[in-house]
């Protein structure tokens, strides 16, 4: 993965995991144990499907740059699905506290959009070749030398 993808990952992993951590000490003080496992698996399954959306997202760029906004909005719309299918699944469950998680998840999610959208913001790719110095020959000018 090169360098500017592992910080974009990073990025939008530090603020996720620390909201999670915030969100898995108060779960615990309003819902006891139940509740601060909801938030940790909630914090876990944000943080593992919008990781895996993004590594998916940075490979689609590279390789089929053509088809990145039509991925990008599919990859989108598949990961709140499955979001919403995780919680319809675990909504009577007792393993731990559903509203916790649910809260959590949504929470996570967003400080994770955020948070990848300012590391994009950040960044600075070029997406544009810059011309070349006066002095130097472009590299596919056509003429042979």
């Known amino acids: 993965m090169p360098s500017n993808d592992v910080r974009t990952l990073l ?10 951590a915030v969100a898995a000490a108060i779960s615990g003080g309003v ?5 601060a496992l ?3 698996i ?10 895996i959306g ?19 909005l599919m990859l989108y719309t598949a990961q709140l699905l499955l979001l919403f299918i995780f919680v319809a699944v675990f909504k009577n469950t007792t393993m731990f506290n559903p509203k916790a998680f649910a809260i959590t998840l949504v929470a996570t999610t967003l400080v994770w959009i955020g948070a ?3 590391a994009h913001m950040k960044a600075k790719i070029l997406y544009v070749e810059p011309e070349p110095d006066k002095g130097e020959k472009p590299k596919n000018s056509g003429s042979k030398s």
């Open 54 to 72: 993004l590594v998916v997202l940075q490979r689609t760029a590279k390789s089929l740059p053509h088809l990145f906004q039509a991925m990008g």
């Open 31 to 35: 819902a006891g144990g139940k509740g």
């Open 11 to 20: 990025q939008a992993a530090v603020p996720t995991a620390a909201a999670g």
């Open 38 to 40: 909801g938030a940790i």
């Open 116 to 118: 990848q959208a300012r």
């Open 42 to 51: 909630a914090t876990i399954v944000v943080m593992l499907f919008m990781g």
